[in-house]
């Protein structure tokens, strides 16, 4: 029998082993199961060290490893980032304002920061009785009043929202009153809104809520719609809606002037405090009747319209 014949019927050809430099994958190294992955990953030369491939943990040592940028080129862009945030906050959610006066004292000193919500008036949100609010000078209330010079520092903090605009001229009052409402001051107060005497705890003491003088502090007027009125906590020394009855608005504020409801002195430290509606706006009783109509005439509406809202979205989507 010759060595090395094959017949039809013959065996498998061996696997491993050695070879003649004639056999079948001469002059290539014979492989286990491990090296044949080795090769799938990344192939082995022929002194038998792998080329290619991938290191353990799964990145290909062949890459070249990326640098990692230095931490100064990438402040720029930190700093930019934060302007922009800052920028987008003090346009549509929060502002710091400086209290420049003393016509709210005691609940807020000559000096203060507050933080004032911009949010809520985005959504439709009206001032309420008993709010301390931000709005623009609806018609020269502070006419005569000195105009501060920022430097520039000054300038940029204003811009980002970390400090107040010197040129927005801007008042901090309590609203008293809201549309529908009536207003009385008799005497030394108490102050009454729709015949209901306020419990004043805020007012400044050694004030009284009314004050008796012919310039406006005596007084009886009902708040249109769309506005409010408003005095300060120093109720003898606040220039607010009883001192400009001769303005355009007849001393009303319009709503579409309130920049937003102050809720929190931020600065300085020690002076870290909310502020909320005091309980006397909730009494019984406080709101009118027309108030309560309103609301009920405005609530269906309301509903159809937020009912409808789904079904046109459905009908776009359809169409």
């Given at each position: 029998m010759a060595v ?8 498998e050809?061996?696997?491993?082993g050695?070879?003649g430099p ?6 290539h ?5 491990s090296d044949?992955r080795?090769?799938?990953?990344g192939?082995?030369?022929e002194?038998g060290?792998?080329t290619?491939g991938q290191?353990?943990?799964g ?6 490893k ?5 931490f100064?080129k990438e ?5 930019g ?11 549509f959610l ?7 006066s ?9 000096g203060?920061?507050v933080?004032?919500d911009?949010?809520t008036p985005w959504?439709g949100?009206e ?5 301390v609010?931000?709005?623009h000078?609806?018609?020269?209330w502070?006419a005569g009043e000195p105009?501060?010079?920022?430097n ?6 204003s ?6 605009s010197a040129e927005?001229k801007?008042l901090?009052?309590r609203?008293?009153?809201?549309g529908g409402?009536?207003i009385?001051?008799?005497g030394?107060g108490?102050l009454?809104?729709?015949?209901k005497a306020?419990?004043e ?5 050694g004030?009284t ?5 012919d310039?406006g502090g005596?007084f ?5 719609e769309?506005?409010i009125w408003v005095?300060g906590d ?5 220039r607010d809606?009883r ?8 001393g009303f504020?319009p ?10 002195i931020?600065?300085?430290?020690n002076r870290w405090?909310n502020l909320?509606v ?11 009747q027309?108030?309560?109509a ?9 509903v159809?319209?937020?009912?409808a ?8 989507r359809?169409?």
């Amino acid at each position: 029998m010759a060595v090395g014949a094959r017949s039809g019927q013959g065996g498998e050809e061996p696997r491993g082993g050695s070879a003649g430099p004639d056999a079948p994958g001469a002059g290539h190294a014979a492989f286990s199961g491990s090296d044949e992955r080795a090769v799938e990953d990344g192939g082995v030369n022929e002194d038998g060290t792998r080329t290619g491939g991938q290191e353990p943990d799964g990145t290909d040592k062949d890459r070249p490893k990326k640098q990692q940028r230095s931490f100064w080129k990438e402040l720029p862009i930190l700093i930019g980032i934060a302007l922009v945030l800052a920028l987008l906050i003090k346009t549509f959610l929060v502002q710091a304002f400086s209290i420049p006066s003393d016509s709210m004292q005691n609940t807020l000193q000559q000096g203060d920061r507050v933080l004032v919500d911009k949010l809520t008036p985005w959504f439709g949100s009206e001032p309420e009785r008993g709010e301390v609010v931000v709005f623009h000078d609806p018609d020269n209330w502070l006419a005569g009043e000195p105009t501060p010079d920022p430097n520039a520092l000054q300038k940029v903090l204003s811009w980002i929202g970390l400090m107040p605009s010197a040129e927005e001229k801007d008042l901090i009052k309590r609203v008293i009153g809201v549309g529908g409402d009536t207003i009385e001051c008799k005497g030394t107060g108490p102050l009454k809104v729709n015949g209901k005497a306020l419990n004043e705890p805020y007012v400044y003491p050694g004030n009284t809520p009314c004050s008796q003088d012919d310039q406006g502090g005596q007084f009886k007027v009902k708040v249109p719609e769309g506005h409010i009125w408003v005095m300060g906590d120093h109720r003898q020394n606040s220039r607010d809606s009883r001192y400009n009855t001769a303005d355009k608005n007849q001393g009303f504020v319009p709503v579409d002037k309130v920049v937003g409801r102050a809720v929190v002195i931020a600065w300085p430290v020690n002076r870290w405090t909310n502020l909320p509606v005091p309980d006397t706006f909730d009494q019984p009783g406080l709101n009118t009747q027309t108030q309560n109509a309103a609301a009920l005439t405005a609530a269906p509406p309301a509903v159809a319209l937020a009912g409808a809202v789904p079904f046109v979205l459905w009908r776009r989507r359809r169409s």
